[in-house]
C-alpha cells in the first residue's frame, strides 16, 4: 500500500543513526521532506483513512527516530555541530513533527472534499439514485466483466404511466414529491448490489448483475404489483400517490 512508503523514509533516516550520523536523521531536509510526498500520494486512493494513517505514521515514527538519535549521542552537547546540518534544537524538531500532522489533515481534507464532489456529480439532486452519466460508467465496467467471466447480467428500463397527469393536476413541487417517493421504492424494493439510476424525467434504469433474465424478470413484475397495489405516500392536498 501507498503507507509502506513511510516505514522506509523512518528506516532510511535510522540508517544515519546507524552509522553514527544523527544530525542527518534529524536536520536533513531532502529526507525529511519526502515524508510529506509520502503523505500527498495517499491522496491518490481517495480514502480518507489512509491519508490520516500515513501522516499518524510518520509523525511517530519521526518521533521515535528523533528520541534515539537525542538519547543516543547526546546532541544537546555544545560540541555537537556539523557545517552542513547545524545543530540540534527540540523546538525545530517539534516543528518537523506538527508540521506533519499538519500535511496529515490537509491530505485527509482534500479528499473527503474530493470524495463529496466524486459522489455529488454521480448522483441525482433530486431522488438521490445515480445518475446517467454515473449508470453509463458503471455499464461499461459491468459489461466488460460480464463478457470476461461470462456472467449473467440484467437491465430494465422503467418509465412511470402518465406522469405528466401528475404535473399538470398538483403541480411540479408534487412531481418531484412523486419521483421522490418513486425512487424510495425503488431502492427498498432492489438489491444493493443492484444499481439503480434515475436517467431522466420519469425514466429510471436498473442493472443487475449476476441475475439471469428469468429471475430480472420476477423481480421487476413484484415490483409492478407493488407499485400499482399500494400507496407509495401522500402527495400534497393529502392524495395518495398510486401509479403503474
Excluded: C
Amino acid at each position: 500500500s501507498r503507507t509502506a512508503a513511510v516505514p522506509l523514509i523512518s528506516l532510511g533516516l535510522a540508517t544515519f543513526i546507524a552509522y553514527s550520523e544523527p544530525l542527518i536523521a534529524t536536520n536533513s531536509m531532502v529526507l525529511f521532506e519526502v515524508y510529506f510526498l509520502a503523505i500527498m500520494a495517499t491522496a491518490l486512493r481517495h480514502d480518507a483513512r489512509l491519508s490520516l494513517l500515513a501522516g499518524v505514521l510518520a509523525a511517530l515514527q519521526y518521533s521515535v527516530v528523533v528520541v534515539v538519535a537525542a538519547t543516543t549521542f547526546d546532541l544537546l552537547e555544545p560540541g555537537v555541530f556539523s557545517e552542513r546540518y547545524g545543530s540540534f534544537s527540540w523546538g525545530t524538531q517539534t516543528s518537523r513533527i506538527v508540521m506533519l500532522l499538519v500535511a496529515s489533515a490537509i491530505a485527509t481534507v482534500i479528499v473527503v472534499r474530493q470524495s463529496d464532489l466524486l459522489r455529488r456529480s454521480s448522483v441525482d439532486s433530486l431522488t438521490g439514485l445515480y445518475n446517467r452519466a454515473a449508470f453509463t460508467e458503471r455499464l461499461e465496467t459491468e459489461a466488460t466483466r460480464t463478457r470476461r467471466h461470462r456472467h449473467p447480467l440484467s437491465i430494465a428500463m422503467i418509465d412511470i404511466d402518465h406522469f405528466k397527469h401528475i404535473n399538470d393536476g398538483y403541480g411540479h413541487a408534487a412531481g418531484d414529491e412523486a419521483l421522490v417517493l418513486f425512487a424510495d421504492a425503488l431502492r427498498h424494493e432492489f438489491r444493493k448490489t443492484d444499481l439503480v439510476a434515475r436517467l431522466g424525467g420519469e425514466e429510471f434504469v436498473v442493472m443487475m448483475p449476476e441475475t439471469e433474465p428469468a429471475n430480472a424478470t420476477a423481480k421487476l413484475d413484484r415490483f409492478v404489483r407493488h407499485v400499482a397495489e399500494h400507496s407509495l405516500g401522500t402527495l400534497r392536498k393529502d392524495t395518495e400517490l398510486r401509479m403503474t
